[in-house]
């Protein structure tokens, strides 16, 4: 009976330290952060590691504190890079286009919850089971519009003719890996589905009621305000000086494509530029208000009750009610990764944009998250989990020794 006890409490006591890591693991108290909390020079020390561990053609990176870029860092094996260098940045084009949708909105020219086909001339939502005027100019922004085309872009070679918008959203011959066809497959506003298409509309959106070519309209209304002087959706003889070159991720060179999806994946920038963008979205500029960027940044489509998309960035506080976290990434086309991250509550954030690597950039922008805010996802829990482990043998083993012992000291105190 004694010896079931004593069993009995081994069991209990490794089950409540079991407890105890899983909820140091769920809720982070246990994890480790990359580097010491507020050590900027410490974060930018571990950056630098992770960079040499894996291949990266070329990095560049900011990091802003308290609404000011403090540290940046510039890698590349080949020819030096700045501030300046150019690098294409895929899916955060999303992003700075949601500006130019919300200044339109604010000129009252587009109504956020007015049907997207009231705007349409030159090309129409295909008829599906599904009510296209139900989709809306707010759930395009949030990956909310019901739009099931899976788009990844993967663009044309520079002596290639591009498509027309039009013939992209009827079928775009750049997506190797889908169908290809903006099309309602769920019932609009119910759920998140990132969406390429959706803002390949919104670029025809822009061109319909403006007179302009999109790329015309954001160099107007929003890279001149924000004095993003060197940012453009095409290669043009300004910007080829500063290009830099993509790396494949087996450290060969590959060139530049362009787009039809300038909206969604074509946008060329630097830290320099984009820096001015990020900083825009927690300060007085010129594009759009303070009230629009608290909107922007407000849950506007979810996943399991999780707020994933404002209109234009994502969200990164999830349910942590301390940060106010938003941003965007980039990655595919072999191989480019970027990432953008900025707090509106403290003014912090991150830039990262590389080439040569599928997902570097995201993962120390993650790291960043957990670094800067203590918001723990994949990422960071994957790089923890060796130490936790071994927490929770050394706690079992503890366990079984003490009891060990506890048990030989009652013997010899009987005897």
Do not use: C
Not at 287 to 313: A, C, D, W, Y
């Amino acid at each position: 009976m004694k010896t079931f006890k004593r069993i009995a409490l081994i069991v209990t006591l490794t089950l409540i330290w079991a407890m105890f890591i899983g909820g140091g693991l769920i809720k982070g108290y246990l994890l480790k952060p990359i580097a010491s909390k507020n050590d900027s020079d410490a974060f930018v020390e571990a950056l630098k590691d992770k960079i040499e561990s894996k291949f990266v053609g070329n990095l560049a990176f900011v990091l802003i504190e308290n609404g000011v870029v403090t540290r940046d860092y510039f890698y590349s094996v080949d020819q030096p890079i700045d501030s300046h260098s150019i690098f294409p940045v895929a899916s955060i084009s999303k992003w700075v286009t949601s500006f130019g949708v919300l200044k339109l909105v604010e000129q009252g020219i587009l109504d956020l919850d007015q049907p997207v086909e009231s705007y349409l001339t030159r090309w129409n939502l295909p008829e599906t089971k599904f009510d296209n005027n139900k989709v809306t100019i707010r759930n395009l922004l949030s990956h909310s519009s019901g739009l099931v085309d899976d788009l990844g872009y993967d663009g044309f070679d520079l002596d290639e003719s591009v498509q027309t918008i039009e013939e992209s959203l009827t079928k775009a011959s750049d997506a190797p890996y889908s169908e290809g066809i903006a099309k309602i497959g769920y019932e609009p506003d119910s759920e998140y589905k990132y969406s390429g298409a959706g803002y390949t509309i919104l670029q025809l959106v822009i061109e319909e009621v403006t007179g302009m070519t999109f790329r015309k309209f954001m160099k107007k209304e929003v890279f001149l305000p924000l004095e993003m002087n060197n940012s453009d959706f095409l290669i043009s003889e300004k910007n080829r000086p500063f290009l830099v070159p993509i790396y494949k991720n087996d450290s060969t060179i590959r060139a530049y494509r362009k787009f039809t999806a300038l909206a969604a994946a074509s946008l060329l920038t630097s830290t320099s530029d984009l820096s001015k963008f990020v900083l825009a979205n927690i300060s007085s500029n010129e594009v759009v208000g303070k009230n629009t960027i608290n909107l922007m940044s407000e849950p506007q489509s979810f996943r399991n009750n999780t707020p994933m998309h404002g209109l234009g960035p994502h969200l990164y506080s999830q349910h942590d009610s301390k940060s106010k976290i938003i941003g965007h990434d980039g990655s595919g086309n072999n191989a480019l990764n970027t990432a953008a991250r900025i707090n509106l509550n403290s003014k912090n954030g991150i830039i990262i944009l590389e080439t040569g690597n599928f997902d570097i950039a995201s993962t120390l922008a993650d790291e960043w998250l957990f670094w800067d805010a203590g918001i723990a996802d994949y990422v960071v829990i994957t790089r923890n989990i060796r130490y936790l482990a071994t927490l929770l043998i050394i706690g079992i083993v503890l366990i079984i020794f003490s009891s060990i012992l506890l048990n030989k000291r009652v013997s010899i105190e009987k005897n």
